[in-house]
């Protein structure tokens, strides 16, 4: 158990090498001189600091079924890396909490620990830390650090009437990925637009690239928004009642992918409102941003605008039906 | 499901009150400044940062039989905080990712925050997010941030020959106090010390009060440790190994108390080397600051010498026999 691990252990399950070998395996992917205390000791990033928590648990979140663990990893460190972004903050590092049972394929940690880095290196953010333990049930529990400016923050509360609202690129697509892998038998056999949809299940991409983008906006920062992982729906209600405003959305312009048209067209528009896990970003802001941030953003798009004050949030599609977040995913 | 829960909700499982329910609950244990947004924006705490997560989970770390959920998040909390101490690191915050079943009762996690609370307030440390999810199995995972001046981090690897090796209080109560709740019939039957040891292992305290005292430890500190959660052989073999130096421990000054000498005589010095989840802390300094130490820390304690280097890390008793860390809880 104190031999290094090697490749050819890879195919054991992590009872054979034990909890000291299984760190050695995952510490490959820190910083070396992170690891190995009891916390990890980091250079302060400069600004006010942003933390977020998500966790994933298999049959819940993920299955073999739908998920290679490379891409657990990815989506896992993606749902916090759009947490970051959807505040305007920059990713800074990330701690990996995993619960394991013992009969865990050492390859299935490692290729997870692959995938996170593969979705974190692009932005400069290292895993720094983490925690192993036995579970009956495999969970993966990811908590982000990363930094903003005082002042420049995106919030949820911010939203005012005269506002328009964006998405940053298309819905519903990660809704039929799943579809896909779960029923494969559904919806049109369009190949290269079925690869597409699954892989915006598997690999969703945090919408960071926002961040070099906001440096334009002038101050004080007036841009309310959230990232779109329990779906459209949810963020726009959120959005609004958090604001205390009311707003009208045009339904036939909420961005929806060529793949999703082809493949399912008849739930197109229901996965675009609740399918949620596309990662996304919803983002309030004056015309003149929101025009700014329109024209720099590939895929983003003009959805609706806020109408009004209102206390109760009031989301109202233009065929008159009013969005609620009950039809969002429950987590209990 | 729009309603503010009711102390009468209390009863109800959270499937019952659901997610928005359930968020409004945890969210009384968080400044009401920083919740409700994708992540959570904090004052950048002065110096270093320290970040370390810690995961626990139902029928490996807890069950109801012997940990109620307010001493579970209590336990839980002092895993973290006490990672801090070790690192000589001010709490700063936490957040707390949590895998719960449906049925789980809206009481157990307001209680199980509430011992989070009672365990970190004294700290100045504050619950400031976290997540909530669906999962077959209970568990919580923390992370928890805090603060270090550059170069006065206590580092496992900096032991040196001449040191004194010091623990911070009495070792093996926490095993002693988990026996008593799996098997009651175990150990003399002496009241007091019996509920001594049952509260050892609910709620033990993390090491911090030795925080004030490390001011007083002039540049550059050299102080070496490591808090013993996985045992007191665990942390010594650990810190031996990680400063390449081999050490000498006289086996009857490892302090044991009264509690546990009058219960559990025969196993008295297994569990205090093997038990674990004591949450005390093994420093390794030169004599002069050890000696400081000694005297202001209650309950510390000599228990052996740095003999010299040796890069197998080997720890020796007074009796020849050599520690190893294989007798130490093994999470896989």
Redesign the interface.
């Known amino acids: 158990m104190s031999d290094p691990p090697e490749d050819s252990h890879q195919l054991l399950p ?2 054979a090498i ?3 070998g ?1 760190l050695q395996v995952v510490q490959r992917y820190c910083p070396e001189q992170v690891v ?10 400069q ?11 298999e ?3 993920f299955s073999n079924l739908t998920t290679p663990p490379h891409a657990v990893g990815w989506r896992a460190a993606t749902a916090n890396l ?3 972004a ?2 305007g ?1 920059r990713p800074h ?1 990330l ?6 049972p ?1 009969s865990t394929p050492v390859a299935w940690v490692e290729e997870l620990y692959q995938g996170i880095q593969a979705c974190c290196a692009p932005w400069g953010c290292q895993v ?10 495999r ?1 993966v ?1 990811i ?6 400016q005082p002042g420049r ?1 995106i ?3 911010r939203a005012q009437p005269g506002d328009w609202l964006i998405v940053t690129g298309p819905h519903g697509d990660a809704r039929a990925g799943l579809e896909l892998l779960l029923h494969p038998e559904q919806g049109s056999i369009v190949p290269a637009a079925q690869q597409q949809l699954i892989r915006a299940h598997q690999y969703p991409q945090p919408r960071l690239d926002l961040l070099p983008l906001l440096a334009a906006i002038p101050d004080p920062m007036r841009l309310a928004g ?2 779109t992982s329990d779906g459209l729906a949810d963020a726009l209600v959120q959005v609004c009642q ?1 604001s205390g405003v009311a707003a009208r959305i045009e339904a036939e312009r909420i961005p929806i992918s060529e793949a999703l048209q082809q493949v399912f067209p008849a739930q197109a528009l229901e996965w675009a409102l609740y399918g949620g896990e596309d990662f996304q970003l919803l983002l309030s802001a004056e015309p003149s941003v929101a025009q700014y941030l329109l024209e720099k953003l590939p895929g983003a798009a003009w959805i609706g605008e806020v109408t009004g004050w209102d206390p109760q949030g009031t989301v109202r599609l233009d065929n008159g039906q009013i969005l609620s ?1 009950q039809q969002a995913f ?3």
């Open positions: 992590i009872s034990g909890e000291a299984l190995g205390d009891d916390a990890a000791v980091l250079a302060v990033p600004g006010q600091l942003v933390v977020t928590t998500d966790v994933l648990v049959g819940v979140h759009s947490d970051l959807a505040m903050s590092s701690l990996v909490g995993l619960g394991l013992p720094v830390g983490g925690d192993l333990c036995r579970s009956p049930q969970f529990a908590t982000a650090l990363g930094s903003v923050a919030e949820r509360k959230m990232d958090a977040r429950q987590h209990f």
